[in-house]
């Protein structure tokens, strides 16, 4: 099993700054790496697959970046309404995805 | 507007079977363009994922989860279906479905979740 990590558990920041979030694969994934955000209640939304590329409506300040075992989510100016947990997953491994524990994004 | 909607009892005994059903507007699982999973968030824990079903009824599961649980179809309703058994209080989570293309793709629609309490 490729156990995912992220870092750090909780991230504070404030509106406007930039927040940027780690993933690490136990071992490679190739580009097979997604990000979701996840607001309490709400169903989790799909932010970044292929490690770097956006799904329908994600606004431009989210990006990521990374390929192999090291990834990154990056929002660049922070908004209201990006506080939330983010998660990241592979599906590298079929039958075998996996996700990581999520960071949680709170207002500094 | 493709939204997808959890069910189940919220509150089930140790030992017994839950069972889960998942609702899709929007979409017609008969389409045969996704398959639909379910997946679960342990309290304090990340998300795992049970298996995954495509419209015919092909399922392939979570090896690690596989002996305890089956994922059916209902084409007519448009719906899906866990059913996982000898429940534990382990087994305490949020219960998400969602939607993947087939081959090795992410989850692109989910459902909003429901929480399952396993307790005597």
């Known amino acids: 099993e490729i156990v995912m990590t992220q870092s750090p558990a909780t991230l504070s920041v404030s509106p406007g700054e930039r927040a940027t979030f780690s993933c690490r694969a136990s071992?490679?994934?190739?580009?097979?790496l997604a990000w979701y955000q996840h607001k309490p209640g709400q169903a989790p939304r799909l932010l970044i697959f292929?490690?770097?590329t956006r799904a329908a409506g994600v606004p431009a300040r989210f990006s990521g970046s990374g390929s192999g075992t090291e990834f990154t989510l990056t929002i660049s100016s922070l908004q209201s309404e990006d506080f939330a947990v983010y998660y990241c997953?592979?599906?590298?491994?079929?039958?075998?995805?996996?996700f990581g524990q999520g960071t949680k994004l709170e207002i500094e | 507007q493709l939204q997808l909607q959890e069910s189940g009892p919220g509150l089930v005994k140790p030992s017994e079977t839950l069972s889960l059903t998942c609702s899709v507007s929007?979409?017609?699982?008969?389409?045969?363009?996704?398959?639909w999973g379910w997946l679960r968030q342990p309290p304090g824990k990340g998300l795992e994922w049970f298996g995954s079903?495509?419209?015919?009824?092909?399922?392939y599961y979570n090896p690690s989860l596989e002996s305890r649980v089956t994922i059916s179809v209902d084409r007519s309703k448009n719906q899906l279906s866990l059913k996982l058994k000898s429940l534990t209080a382990a087994d305490t989570a949020v219960f998400f479905c969602?939607?993947?293309?087939?081959?090795?793709?992410?989850?692109?629609?989910w459902g909003p979740g429901t929480l399952v309490i396993v307790s005597s």
């Open positions: 079903i495509y419209y015919s009824g092909v399922t």
């Open positions: 929007g979409d017609s699982i008969s389409s045969g363009t996704h398959y």
């Open positions: 292929g490690a770097s």
């Open positions: 969602a939607r993947h293309l087939p081959g090795v793709n992410p989850f692109d629609a």
């Open positions: 071992q490679s994934v190739s580009s097979n």
């Open positions: 997953q592979q599906y590298s491994e079929w039958r075998m995805y996996t």
